[in-house]
């Protein structure tokens, strides 16, 4: 549970009942003791409530008075909004990033999460399901199909939903995460706050929006570029259809015109049904590939797995890079990994809205690419004769 989840409950459990217990609402929240006395000693440096011998009450005007304490105002209580679609480990890093700007400026964060899937074809990314995109795909020759990948597109409805409980809270701006492979929301333009799309791009159809997001394309292109230098020119690439994908993809390209990387080799953005990966890395293998990424983490650690299960070595064999980094780095041959600079996305996401609500005009509008990190570890240890 985050900090602004927390803060919340206590929030609530003192209006019900006029005071509460520390040990009381650390057993209901999950949580140590020491942590829920640091959140009441928060909150009551804010205003929010009085902190007492074992608890917290609520403040009254008049226990002000009696303490020598003004009154809240206002701008201790000012509060921005979040939009993420799940609290996964990816977005649970975006939300602590934002947290902390938020802290500094003495802002509260205020969580809203979608819950809509993150899988299918996204409108932020180049062309997902276009045969360019993925190329020759011999294990997977329906890649595109809607009939294959699902049903059609997410709509943004519960997006919209939430947006407008977090205005209705009161919220003086917005951080979103809209729904990826929806329809493009429109609606944003008649919002009445300042926000920021976070890990989502400028859509066109909407008017000029700020927007900070990893430079996924640069990222993969990170991760090419290191197997080129180490010899390969034969790699694979296998990617489960998410938001970042067909930037790896795009990211390939430019690998495969600037290195001279073999575009032959299998190349895979889709779902990873049942047999699926299995069946690229026979594809992968039966083409003489030396070198697979492979995106999200799991599927480069299966990928290594089942290498190992048929007594090929990594990286003496073939060599793996991950896009992610989530998990890369545990698994027996440590692999090498990308990383989005997750948290990073956060902090200045919510830095760039906190500087639009203190302008005194509306600035022209910016695009903020971060860069990736590239995380070198064993699995790609080896240099090979160039083809």
């Known amino acids: 549970m985050y900090a602004a989840q927390r803060h919340d409950a206590i929030l609530r459990r003192l209006r019900r009942r006029g005071s509460v217990r520390v040990v009381d609402l650390a057993e209901q929240l999950g949580v140590s003791v020491i942590t829920v006395r640091r959140d009441i000693a928060l909150l009551d440096e804010r205003g929010l409530l009085v902190r007492v011998h074992g608890g917290a009450m609520l403040r009254k005007p008049a226990e002000d008075a009696k303490r020598g304490r003004k009154a809240p105002t206002v701008s201790r209580l000012r509060s921005i909004g979040m939009l993420v679609p799940s609290t996964s480990y990816y977005f649970h890093e975006l939300v602590l990033g934002a947290q902390a700007a938020a802290d500094v400026q003495r802002m509260r964060l205020i969580l809203a999460i979608s819950g809509q899937a993150m899988d299918g074809p996204t409108a932020d990314g180049p062309a997902v399901g276009d045969p360019a995109v993925n190329g020759p795909t011999a294990d997977d020759p329906t890649a595109g199909d809607p009939a294959v990948d699902g049903p059609a597109p997410a709509d943004t409805d519960r997006d919209r939903q939430e947006v407008d409980r977090l205005i209705g809270l009161g919220v003086e701006g917005l951080l979103l995460t809209t729904t990826a492979g929806a329809p493009a929301p429109t609606w944003l333009n008649d919002l009445t706050v300042p926000f920021v799309l976070v890990e989502r791009r400028q859509p066109l159809e909407l008017d ?177 004769d160039r083809f």
């Open 208 to 384: 000029p929006v700020e927007y900070v997001a990893s430079d996924h394309e640069y990222g993969a292109f990170l991760a090419f570029r290191h197997l080129a230098a180490r010899g390969h020119r034969r790699i694979a690439v296998f990617t489960e259809r998410t938001p970042t994908s067909p930037w790896i993809h795009a990211g390939y390209r430019t690998a495969c015109r600037m290195f001279g990387l073999d575009p032959g080799l299998p190349q895979v953005d889709g779902p990873a049904g049942p047999g699926t990966l299995e069946a690229f890395l026979e594809a992968a293998l039966a083409a003489g590939a030396t070198a697979v990424l492979a995106h999200p983490d799991d599927k480069a650690v299966l990928l290594l797995q089942w290498l190992g299960a048929r007594d090929l070595s990594v990286p003496d064999d073939v060599a793996i890079v991950s896009y992610d980094d989530e998990i890369a780095a545990f698994a027996d041959v440590p692999i090498t990994a990308v990383a989005p600079p997750r948290r990073a996305i956060g902090h200045t996401a919510a830095q760039r809205l906190l500087s639009l609500l203190a302008a005194d005009h509306r600035p022209t509008p910016g695009h903020i690419h971060l860069i990736p990190a590239l995380h070198v570890r064993d699995s790609t240890d080896r240099r090979i």
